[in-house]
């Protein structure tokens, strides 16, 4: 499984941005798909999962009610609608492919590049 993020930029606080996540590779479809986020200095922190149906997500508590994730298996792509951007949402934005379930971004195989967020106050 490959996997491309886009969507990443600048803006300002309280703005809006939707990330993208493109796969390819046949077996994307059994996947989970989970979002995290790493920021200079810090950890490479969970932000949210949705199952390989699209039917069950989780998210962070820090994103929770700003951020969803929706899916369009037809396409193999998975987004990330962010609202109500805040400064520390900046950061490089990953997507990654695994076994619903797993959150632990060392237990997780497929990793796209990143894309970068930044939010200006």
């Known amino acids: 499984v490959q996997l491309v993020e886009s969507g990443g930029g600048l803006v300002q606080a309280g703005g809006s941005l939707r990330l993208s996540c493109a796969a390819s590779?046949?077996?994307?479809?059994?996947?989970?798909v989970n979002w995290f986020r790493q920021a200079p200095g810090k950890e490479r922190e969970f932000v949210g999962v949705?199952?390989?149906?699209?039917?069950?997500?989780y998210y962070a508590g820090s994103v929770k009610g700003r951020f969803t994730i929706s899916r369009d298996s037809a396409k193999n792509t998975v987004y990330l609608q962010m609202n109500s951007l805040k400064p520390e949402d900046t950061g490089i934005y990953y997507c990654a492919a695994g076994p619903w379930g797993q959150t632990i971004a060392s237990s997780i195989r497929y990793w796209g590049q990143g894309t970068q967020v930044t939010i200006s106050s």
């Open positions: 590779g046949r077996t994307f479809s059994s996947y989970a």
């Open positions: 949705i199952d390989r149906s699209g039917g069950r997500s």
